[in-house]
Every structure is written in C-alpha cells, then in structure tokens.
C-alpha cells in the first residue's frame, strides 16, 4: 500500500439486475484530513455481508448506497491519527469504513475492540456475524433442548455459528445449503444433524426427512421458496426469526412472496419475528463471554473465508451472492 495514496473501490451504478464487476471501479483518492471528533483510520479487513447488496435497492435499517460513492460496508480498522479523546493511535475499531485504505470517520460512529488475534475473529465470531447468529437464535428462536432447529444459509458466515449453537443448547440441527459438499461439511465437521441441499431439487421432501419431528425454530437468512418450503412444516407454537433474505437481494425482486401467510401462521399459531442484531448491542458483553467461551472449549468451530487485496472486494461479494464462500467472508486490505 502507498502511504500517499487512498485506493477507493466506487460504485459507480447501481445494478437493475445482478451484481457484476462492471458496477464497480478501482479509483485513488486523497488521504481525508482529520476533523475534531473524527478518528483516520487504515483499514484492515473489510467484511463482506449479504446486506452489501441489499443497501444498493434503497434504504433499509441503514440509508441507500448511492452510485459514484465509495462502497459502504463495515471493516476492522487501525487508529493512525486521533482528534477525539476517546481514541489513540493504534486502537482497533470496528465501522462502515467503506471499500478503502483509509477513511477519517467520527469516533461516535466507531467501536473499538479489543486486540485479540486472531483480528479476524473480530469480525466473524466474535462480530455482526457471531452476534446475529447468538442474538437470533436465542432472543428471538428460544429453542429449547430437544426441539428442532431449521437454518437457512447454513454454511454461511451466520448460519454456520446458528446450526453450532443449536448443538450447544441440546437441540436437533438441521441446516440448509446449496451443495453436496457444503452439506457435507455441516454433518461433518461442524456437527450439525443433518443437511439439505437446496440445489438438488426436492427441499419439502428432503426437509421432512431432516426434520421428522416437524420445525420448532426455523432461522430464515433465505426468504422466498425456502420460507416457503418451511413453514407447513412448523409445528404449532414454532417460532421464525427472519434474519435476512438473500435470496430476494441480488436481481430483479420476486414477483410473489411465499404462500401460506398468514394462513398458517394463524392455524400454527407461529411467533414471525424480524430483528436487527443493533438492537441487542447492550447485551453484547454477555454474548461474547458465550461465544468465547464456546470457542475456548471447542465446542464452536470458527470458519473464515480471507480473499487478499482490496481491488478483489467486488468479485468477493459477487461470489458470496454466487454461494462461495463457507462461513465468514472478508477481505484483507
Ligand atoms: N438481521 C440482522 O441484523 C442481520 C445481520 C447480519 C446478516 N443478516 C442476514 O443474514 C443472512 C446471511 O448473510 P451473510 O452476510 O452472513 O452471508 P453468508 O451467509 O455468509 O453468505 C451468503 C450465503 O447465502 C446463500 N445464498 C445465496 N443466494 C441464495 C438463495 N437464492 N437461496 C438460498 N441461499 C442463498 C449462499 O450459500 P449457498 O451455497 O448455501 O446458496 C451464500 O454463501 C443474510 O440474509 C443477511 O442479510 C442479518
């Protein structure tokens, strides 16, 4: 990296339909001056996330990204000047630091971390990721042991950390994934229960034979067919904590949403519940003691997914969107 130089990653239009590199353009930008309140920053890990693509639709829990901008997304990031008395040189914060080297952004609007190694796990486990997955499941899901959990995305950065924690609360796992081998990979190594594969056809019949008992808790990340295909297999009293739906997020939007609601959600009497991990950070110290805990004993396996160099940021979250990546995606600046 030139010290001199800020290399930015713009947007430089907003997709009508899918995602590509064309959308996207490698540009060098001045250094920003610092003002008071405000922290520089170099950037050192830049997330990838689902929602990246999400914001380009418009505002959502967050305003819009807007063509001819820097990239939005939330990084990892290293104090290199200071004009708020709240950081210091060398500080590791976590913000929207957008797709670049540097960005100069109000310490308000920064938390700072603790150094841990490895840094990564900052923003997968122990990050937006971990939280979603701890705060979702057992905030909004509350399975109990021996129910049945459902998750969607499964081999994903949040998915992959939902199905674990079900194992730690005692509960049947069952995750949702496209390909034999990443399904594999959750029964496997991460011991998850059993595993669908969305790709290969099928996904009622392949659910009920997962899923015997019917569904307790389903984690939709999905939306769309898969919500779907889940929701005649609730049982009553079952519970949805809708997390996300990738699969509404990169093309045109669908023309129909799932059948069945409110139908069944009467008849099962289901609790559908959204939620926004922000809304649970007062909790955030009592959610990492789990989860590091959980790491610690090894009953919680961390699986990241590091791409090198900042200019492959755009083909990074086109192939998140693809299905690439299994658990935490993230680009090393
Ligand atoms: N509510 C919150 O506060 C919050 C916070 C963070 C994330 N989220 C949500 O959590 C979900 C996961 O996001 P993430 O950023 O962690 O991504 P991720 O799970 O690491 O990766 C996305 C995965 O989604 C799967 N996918 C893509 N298109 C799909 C489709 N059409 N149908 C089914 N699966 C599809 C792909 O795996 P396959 O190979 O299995 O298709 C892909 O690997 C997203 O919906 C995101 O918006 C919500």
């Given amino acids: 990296m030139n010290a001199s130089v800020n290399r930015q990653i713009l947007l430089v239009e907003k997709p009508s339909g899918k995602l590509g590199p064309e959308h996207f353009k490698l540009t060098d930008g001045p250094i920003p001056e610092l003002k008071d309140g405000e922290a520089l920053l170099r950037v050192r890990y830049i997330s990838l996330d689902a929602a990246n693509r999400a914001w380009m639709h418009g505002a959502t829990y967050r305003s ?17 000047a200071s004009k708020s008395p709240g950081l210091a040189p060398g500080d590791i914060v976590f913000g929207d630091t957008g797709w670049q080297d540097y960005a100069a952004i109000p310490a308000k609007h920064l938390t700072k971390l603790p150094k841990l190694e490895p840094m990564t796990h900052l923003l ?5 990721a971990g939280l979603t997955a701890y705060f979702g499941l057992l ?18 950065s949040v998915g ?7 194992k730690i609360k005692g509960c049947h796992a069952v995750g949702i994934a496209g390909g034999k081998d990443k399904c594999h990979w959750l029964t496997s190594e991460l011991g998850f229960d059993a595993a669908v594969d969305y790709k290969d056809g099928a996904v009622f019949k392949a ?7 019917g569904i307790d808790v389903y984690f939709d990340n999905v939306g769309g067919d898969i919500l779907e295909a889940c929701l005649p297999q609730m049982n009553n009293y ?9 699969s509404q997020y990169d093309g045109v939007p669908a023309e129909h949403g ?12 289901l609790i559908m519940q959204g939620f926004i991990v922000m809304d649970f950070m007062k909790e955030r110290d009592r959610a990492l003691a789990d989860l590091q805990s959980w790491v610690a004993g090894g009953k919680l396996k961390v699986q990241e997914d590091v791409i090198k160099g900042l200019e492959n940021t755009p083909k990074a979250l086109i192939g998140l969107l693809a299905g690439e990546n299994r658990g935490k995606r993230m680009v090393r600046v």
């Fill in 124 to 128: 997968s486990v122990y990050g937006i």
């Fill in 238 to 246: 079952g519970r949805i904590a809708c997390c996300g739906a990738i």
């Fill in 139 to 156: 905030e909004i899901g509350k399975p109990k042991a021996g129910e049945t959990v459902v998750v969607s995305a499964a081999a994903g």
């Fill in 258 to 269: 799932p059948r069945g609601v409110p139908g069944l959600i009467v008849v099962k009497r």
């Fill in 207 to 213: 659910l009920r034979a997962a899923a015997p008992k």
């Fill in 160 to 166: 992959s950390i939902v199905g674990q924690i079900a």
């Fill in 64 to 80: 819009a990204v807007e063509a001819n901008t820097v990239m939005a997304g939330g990084g990892i990031a290293e104090v290199v």
